[in-house]
């Protein structure tokens, strides 16, 4: 009974999630992030974000709870609890152990999408900067911080900057946690 009640509810899941992918997709024109939204609808790999979606995204904990606050004296009590604890369990530990081989068959292609979001991201960033640092009045530092942001934002690693990432790596080595993987080094 615990097998099939877990077939089930993976089973449902898959189609609930793959079904709603499709009808997004067909319904809303250019659904998708990014400018090759259009271009990559219809290929075969459009299921395959939603395939994953459906196989990690199950639990049941909200069901073991309700299992588990069910009255002494319910009927099938026992096998109710059973059956919950058995599809929290198995929806946690398949899709667990099954996730490296899934994402290896699907071959997940990246769209450089966070990459992209980061890079218009710090641009935005130091045109505020630039704009702010404008106005302030004159001095070296603000010389220097202008500089830096009309290069993009590019920290040099002999500057200011470097020094300071030298001294929080040694304060973290000091401390016993790991080093921090800066985003200009």
């Not at 615990?2 to 449902?12: C, F, K, N, Q, Y």
């Not at 793959?18 to 009808?23: D, K, V």
């Not at 259009?38 to 075969?44: Q, Y």
């Not at 900067?129 to 290069?151: C, G, I, K, M």
Request: one cysteine or more; charged letters at 20%.
């Amino acid at each position: 009974m615990a097998a099939s009640a877990l077939a089930t509810v993976i089973l449902a899941r898959v189609v609930w999630v793959m079904s709603h992918t499709a009808f997004v997709r067909w319904r809303i024109p250019g659904f998708g992030i990014g400018p090759r939204r259009h271009a990559d609808r219809g290929k075969p790999g459009d299921w395959h974000g939603g395939m994953i979606v459906a196989w990690c995204g199950m639990r049941g904990i909200v069901t073991l709870a309700a299992a588990l606050a069910l009255p002494d004296d319910f009927p099938h009590r026992d096998l109710l609890q059973f059956v919950a604890f058995a599809v929290l369990l198995g929806t946690l530990v398949l899709p667990g152990m099954t996730l490296r081989p899934l994402l290896s068959v699907l071959t997940l292609h990246d769209d450089q999408l966070v990459e992209s979001e980061v890079r218009m991201a710090r641009v935005e960033t130091a045109r505020a900067a630039v704009s702010d640092l404008e106005n302030a009045p004159d001095t070296h530092a603000r010389t220097a911080l202008l500089a830096e942001y009309r290069r993009g934002g590019e920290v040099p690693r002999d500057g200011m900057a470097g020094l300071q990432q030298t001294a929080v790596q040694a304060q973290r080595r000091m401390l016993g946690i790991p080093p921090l993987k800066a985003a200009w080094a």
